[in-house]
Each structure stands twice: as structure tokens, then as C-alpha cells.
């Protein structure tokens, strides 16, 4: 009887999670993002900065930036180092506060495709979130500006607010890394455009191949 009752809590929570990794294309945070990065219909004035970045960011031109899920594995890689990365790299550095490139000089894609490459160069993390901050949610995609927030928070010693960082163990444990407020999390991750915090977790771990 015992035995019956524990296969069942596995199965039970063995679904639970498998429900919460769905990913809801319907659910209002999905759709302002998707709202949010398409540049349907839009202009931006500085065409040769945005390809520069999308092709250093390694995403597609044609297509509108990926949906961001919220969650990142501490210590992995955003794409390979290439030299075109390293010159965009370096025209963001030289970007001043009011010269970081936001939606209205690049589009969505080009903001997006400079947060992926300041995830690349720890000077430029630091650098790049309070540009991000200041140009307000309608030129900084506010789901990259939570998780750049959150990984600078952890750089310097405090806990993130969104919780969006992870780490993976030698056996391939994912844990939460250090997070402020946790019951409020949701409400923030809301305004920043980013899936609950139980979506994220759960696919933060199905990334992880087991070992």
C-alpha cells in the first residue's frame, strides 16, 4: 500500500512538472514580449549598427528575437567568440549612457542582440545595465534588463530579484542561486515580461541532461 501511495506522489509530481514546463503562448507576459521584439512595421535610424549586432549576437535578421524564458545556467556560454563579436563588443563599450543602442536606433532585435552580447564580456555586464535602466521600457526590453539585473546583483555579492539564475552541481543538480524576496518574485516577474517563476525552474532543469 505504501509502495502504491509513493509511485503515486512520484507520478504526481512527475506531472506537475511536465505542466509546468508547458510554456503558455497565450499568457499575457508571452504576448507583450512577442509584442515587444517585433519590429513589424517599425523603423530605427541606424541600420549598420543593428546588422553589426545581429550578426555578432549570431541571431537571424529575418526573424524576431527569441522569447526569453527567463533562466540561465551560471557559467555558460551566450555563443562563441568570434571577431566580429569582439568589434561589437567594443562599439558598445565606447557607447556612452545616452548613446546605448535601444529600439529606436536598432529595433527590437538590435536591443536584444546587445544585451546577448554584454552576457559576453563581464566589463560590459557591469557596464551595460544602467544604460539599459535609464533608456526606459520602451527602448530596453524589459525581460533582458531583469536578467542582466540579476546577474549583476550576484556579482557583486547580493541576491537577484527575479530569479533567473542557476547553477549546476557536479551531479547535475540545478539549484536557485541566491534570491531576494522570493514570494514576491512573480509579481516582478510579470512586469518584466518573463513566465512564473515555476516555468522557468522547471525548464532551468530539463536543460540539464542527467548524469
Known sequence: MRRAALLLLV??????????????????????????????GRTWTNDTLRAMLVAAA???????????MGWQIAGRGTGPGTTS???????????????????STVGGLGAHAAYLLALRDTGLTRRALHPF???????????????????????????????????????????LLPMEDSAHADLRREEAMLPPFMVSACLARSSVAPR
Open 58 to 68: 549570431g541571431l537571424d535578421a529575418s526573424k524576431p528575437a527569441p522569447v526569453e
Open 133 to 175: 535602466m535609464e533608456a526606459g521600457p520602451d527602448e530596453s526590453p524589459a525581460p533582458d534588463v531583469a536578467t542582466l539585473e540579476d546577474r549583476n546583483r550576484l556579482m557583486v555579492g547580493r541576491k537577484q530579484l527575479y530569479g533567473t539564475q542557476f547553477s549546476v552541481d557536479a551531479q547535475g543538480a540545478v539549484t
Open 11 to 40: 507520478a504526481v509530481a512527475a506531472g506537475a512538472q511536465r505542466q509546468a514546463c508547458r510554456v503558455d503562448t497565450t499568457a499575457e507576459w508571452f504576448v507583450k514580449q512577442r509584442a515587444w521584439f517585433s519590429d513589424q
Open 85 to 103: 563579436d569582439s568589434l561589437a563588443i567594443d562599439r558598445l563599450k565606447r557607447a556612452g549612457r545616452g548613446g546605448w543602442p535601444g529600439r
